[in-house]
């Protein structure tokens, strides 16, 4: 199974700083049709995850422009221009290159 | 607008069965690969089962249920069902249900039910 490791697990940051977020996988994510085979999802409290970032760099529908993913084969990175409070919550990131698809064990953003 | 509701949660001893059911809606169901995605109390995500659209059928098993678990849909009800045999202490979890994003099955979940809670306790 792909091993998916995050860091940090716990992310302290003051509204309008950026903030960032490292996924690396125990093995390329690169699909042989040039994607990237790595998401991103956010479960804010109370809530189900919702996906922000697919195939590596693509918003999803909805998403505001302050979230942006970056990376290639092993190594990954979520990052946020401008934290607001309702960015509140744990952060995901999951290969989906193949079964079993595995999450990272997430991180946990919280406001100073 | 996407709808996706499971049912089928409760309280059963170790070693007894369950079947979880999500009701989806707002989609053509039958060209989607869906998946189980389960949470356990405090803990993080992990991906249990999924099956492709299409037609195919085709399904997929994480290691820790393969051989007690059993995915399936019928695609004329737009439904999807996972049959739990064999339950364990750490099959306790919200059970979610996810549509993927697109109908080649990437595994993108653009949308999730709101989870059914399965609680294994004697």
């Known amino acids: 199974d792909i091993v998916m490791t995050q860091s940090p697990l716990s992310l302290p940051v003051t509204p309008g700083e950026p903030a960032s977020i490292s996924c690396r996988s125990s093995q390329s994510l690169l699909h042989s049709n040039a994607y990237n085979c790595l998401d991103w999802y956010l479960q804010k409290p109370g809530q189900s995850p919702q996906l922000l970032i697919y195939l590596g760099s693509n918003r999803a529908s909805g998403v505001p422009d302050r979230f942006s993913g970056s990376g290639s084969g092993t190594d990954f990175t979520l990052k946020i221009s401008r934290v607001e409070a309702e960015d509140v919550g744990v952060y995901y990131c999951v290969q989906g290159l193949q079964t079993p698809i595995t999450f990272g064990l997430g991180t946990r953003l919280e406001i100073k | 607008e996407v709808q996706l509701l499971e049912s089928g949660g409760g309280l059963v001893q170790p070693g007894g069965s369950l079947t979880l059911s999500c009701a989806a809606s707002g989609f053509t169901f039958q060209t989607y690969t869906m998946s189980w995605v389960r949470q356990a109390p405090g803990k993080g995500l992990e991906w249990v089962s999924g099956i492709l659209g299409g037609g195919g059928g085709t399904t997929y098993y994480a290691g820790s249920v393969k051989g007690r678990f059993t995915i399936s849909r019928d695609n004329s009800k737009n439904m999807m069902y996972l049959h739990m045999n064999s339950l364990r202490d750490e099959d306790t979890a919200v059970y979610y249900c996810?549509?993927?994003?697109?109908?080649?099955?990437?595994?993108?979940?653009?949308?999730w039910g709101q989870g059914t809670l399965v609680t294994v306790s004697s």
């Open positions: 996810a549509k993927d994003r697109e109908p080649d099955g990437m595994w993108q979940f653009d949308y």
